[in-house]
């Protein structure tokens, strides 16, 4: 059940995608390259708050698999100028990963609009894309880590914000954490406001602790939100079971004989753990039993880590082994299984 939570501005769910007005370039990319039939849940509820002015703040939760991606992606397309060759959308991410995630999904949506983006990672480089930038950035959307952002609007003096009209923190309650990225977050936020005057801010994520949520509905003046029930945070076909396991010998066990022979055969799995160590040795048990696998974690260079996810992506590997370095919003269509608590 969705608790929304709008001010006195009426909106009506979206029943389809040409209920948002949205221009035809749109249209062909949503259903040609994005192959979408009619808005999600969580899509029919949002869109029209954010494409439809007075274009108010939103706070949104919503569980993974829901389509949340796709209400700020096509938020952020839908409000940008083609014709203004400057930066007019902003999305700050927590990891490299989850960057060029989002960014491959702009450029499927936007195929057919002419909409350019800057990205502080690419898929098709080693490393940084722009490490530090020395010339103006002219495309309409941005995106990247707060730290690289900062970096481009103060010190290289790159990114200018004069003109941005929408920005997006995905996973955004590791953006405003105390713990996490929620000091350059809010700067961000603030630099931009005080450049350029009034910006829709939207706040995506999967879970908000009740600290975060607090947090950003003080922080994030007059937001319409939308929040999901604890209970409801997981989509009704993922089936959640719990395995109780006396030792690490028995962990291995259960892996090996009960859950990896039914997983290999559906498609690809995640087990995720708590430290690099763990995350080592557990991939050269798997490996020296003859699984395909592979692992991710802090301690491998930008290089390494974009290697592991294009494998895994491509096929190559059927079991990625991670620390929470893996952005909780990693999508991989193939993924059937995923190990939680696995610490070994």
Not at 154 to 181: C, P, S, Y
Not at 183 to 188: A, E
Not at 282 to 309: N, P, Y
């Amino acid at each position: 059940m969705l608790q929304v939570v709008a001010d006195d501005t009426p909106y009506t769910s979206a029943l389809s995608f040409e209920d948002l007005n949205l221009s035809p370039e749109l249209l062909q990319g949503l259903y040609s390259e994005m192959k979408f039939e009619k808005p999600s849940k969580i899509q029919a509820a949002t869109l029209p708050m954010i494409v439809t002015p007075p274009y108010k703040n939103l706070i949104a939760q919503a569980h993974n698999g829901s389509g949340k991606t796709t209400c700020f992606v096509l938020g952020m397309l839908s409000r940008v100028d083609p014709q203004l060759k400057a930066p007019q959308a902003l999305c700050v991410c927590p990891t490299r990963e989850l960057v060029i995630q989002n960014e491959e999904v702009v450029t499927r949506m936007g195929k057919y609009t002419g909409i350019t983006t800057a990205c502080t990672a690419s898929a098709e480089t080693s490393s940084h894309l722009y490490p530090s930038r020395r010339e103006k950035i002219v495309d309409q959307i941005v995106i990247g880590t707060p730290g690289t952002l900062k970096r481009w609007m103060t010190k290289d003096k790159a990114l200018d914000t004069r003109n941005i009209k929408i920005l997006v923190f995905d996973e955004a309650d590791q953006m405003l954490d105390q713990d996490g990225f929620q000091d350059d977050s809010i700067r961000l936020w603030r630099d931009i406001v005080r450049s350029g005057g009034k910006c829709q801010v939207l706040l995506f994520s999967a879970t908000f602790s009740e600290k975060v949520k607090n947090f950003s509905l003080k922080t994030i003046p007059g937001a319409n939100y939308i929040f999901v029930e604890k209970e409801q945070l997981s989509l009704d076909v993922i089936r959640q079971y719990q395995v109780v396991c006396p030792d690490a010998r028995s962990k291995i066990n259960v892996l090996k004989d009960r859950i990896f022979p039914a997983a290999e055969k559906l498609g690809q799995s995640i087990i995720f753990v708590r430290t690099r160590g763990s995350a080592s040795e557990l991939h050269k048990r798997l490996e020296a039993d003859g699984h395909k696998c592979t692992s991710i974690q802090g301690g491998l260079t930008h290089e390494e880590r974009d290697r592991v996810i294009k494998e895994f992506r491509a096929g190559e590997t059927k079991i990625l082994i991670a620390t929470d370095v893996l952005a909780r919003g990693f999508d991989q269509a193939q993924v059937c299984c995923v190990i939680t608590r696995f610490n070994h």
